[in-house]
């Protein structure tokens, strides 16, 4: 039997600034329009927990929009998932995000982007990606 592959985070994006509303409607509108999961396609929109439109009184100064699946032995495919999460991203208004890939036979590894301005605009390219790895053993 293949391992299992978990995969988690969340992109946040700033709430309160100039073109809110755009700023949301852009990001909702990038995920919408990804494939839906029985297509296989690495990264669909039923891992997304995607925010309403309206801002609701749930909403302080972030927008935090989580996401999660599970795979079978991603980590064999993890530069296809990296390149699909990034095309997302470059999509998408944020100001960081963070991945975490929880694997059975490689550890966990951690993932972070962040802009380097106030905000990450559509279009203007994904960079400064870290991995930290972190790997826990028993041996009994």
């Known amino acids: 039997m293949d391992s299992e592959s978990i995969v988690y985070g969340c992109i946040k994006d700033s709430l309160g600034g100039v073109g809110d509303a755009d700023r949301r409607n852009c990001n ?12 296989w396609p690495y990264i669909s929109q ?4 995607i925010p309403k ?3 609701g009184a749930d909403k302080y100064l972030s927008e935090v929009i989580h996401f999660g699946a599970s795979y079978k032995a991603i980590e064999y495919e993890w530069s296809q ?3 699909k999460f990034e095309t997302l991203l470059d999509q998408m208004y944020w100001v960081s995000a963070i ?3 929880e694997t059975e036979l490689m550890g966990t590894h951690t993932f972070t982007w962040e ?3 106030n905000y990450h605009q559509p279009g203007s390219g994904v960079s400064d990606v870290r991995c930290e790895w972190t790997q826990e053993n028993s041996f009994l």
């Open 46 to 49: 039923e891992m997304f927990s």
């Open 115 to 117: 802009c380097r301005g």
């Open 28 to 39: 909702r509108k990038a995920m919408t329009a990804l494939p839906k999961a029985e297509d």
């Open 81 to 83: 998932w990296m390149k």
């Open 99 to 101: 991945v975490h890939l």
């Open 53 to 55: 439109l309206e801002l």
